[in-house]
């Protein structure tokens, strides 16, 4: 089952890229799927399921899919993500928006979790320093970090102060997902190291990388 999942996984990276910075982590015996640290699947014995919200469920449940059930101690658990079949695996484009909306609103829900006092230093890698720059750039609390996602809080964050490293964007992107910097997820790892490396190269020449909007983050 290991490697169908595995397989399973790739698919949903390549499928769901333009939504964000796909990455893994262990979740319900399986993997959860994140987009820029917001997670909005959870893929198990070779199969995926996308989070659901009180306003996505019914939207779910009227296209027949039906909810994921963990087993915890062999006790049955049912859980508000739903399978996606191989009829919705075809219909891409479908795919693709059900996963946005369910990141979007996975990220409101974040917001009221949080509210404007989420702050920043509560998070691996974010000192008082760093929350500080971070609010000279406009990114004021838990929900816009994670809205903007790590490159292109980076990005921000060199408009303030220009002699910022890769150890910035790596704390950055270990903060939306979790993990100290020095413990990034090596996929994550190289995937930041590789944007840094280009954007210097960019930068360097004179360029200016653009800034997009929304959950998408830089490519």
């Not at 909005?40 to 659901?52: C, D, K, M, S, T």
């Not at 930041?192 to 929304?214: K, N, Y």
Request: with cysteine; hydrophobic share 40%.
């Amino acid at each position: 089952m290991k490697g169908i999942s595995t397989e399973r996984v790739k698919q949903a990276k390549a499928c769901f890229c333009a939504l964000g910075s796909i990455t893994t982590r262990s979740q319900f015996g399986g993997y959860g799927v994140l987009a820029d640290g917001v997670m909005f699947g959870v893929i198990a014995e070779g199969e995926l399921y996308l989070r659901a919200t009180d306003s996505l469920e019914p939207a779910f449940r009227a296209r027949g899919m039906v909810n994921m059930v963990y087993s915890k101690r062999g006790v049955p658990i049912t859980l508000r993500y739903y399978w996606v079949d191989e009829y919705l695996w075809r219909e891409r484009d479908e795919l693709i928006g059900l996963a946005r909306q369910a990141i979007l609103e996975a990220c409101q829900e974040l917001q009221v979790k949080t509210g404007t006092h989420g702050r920043l230093k509560t998070l691996p890698n974010i000192d008082i320093n760093m929350e500080r720059l971070l609010w000279r750039a406009g990114i004021r609390n838990v929900y816009d970090l994670r809205l903007n996602g790590a490159k292109r809080s980076y990005l921000r964050l060199l408009q303030q102060q220009r002699n910022l490293g890769l150890r910035v964007l790596l704390s950055l992107g270990g903060a939306i997902a979790g993990y100290h910097y020095a413990a990034l997820p090596l996929a994550l790892r190289s995937e930041l190291t590789q944007w840094f490396e280009h954007t210097m190269t960019l930068l360097s020449h004179g360029h200016t990388p653009a800034i997009r909007g929304g959950m998408k983050d830089l490519a």
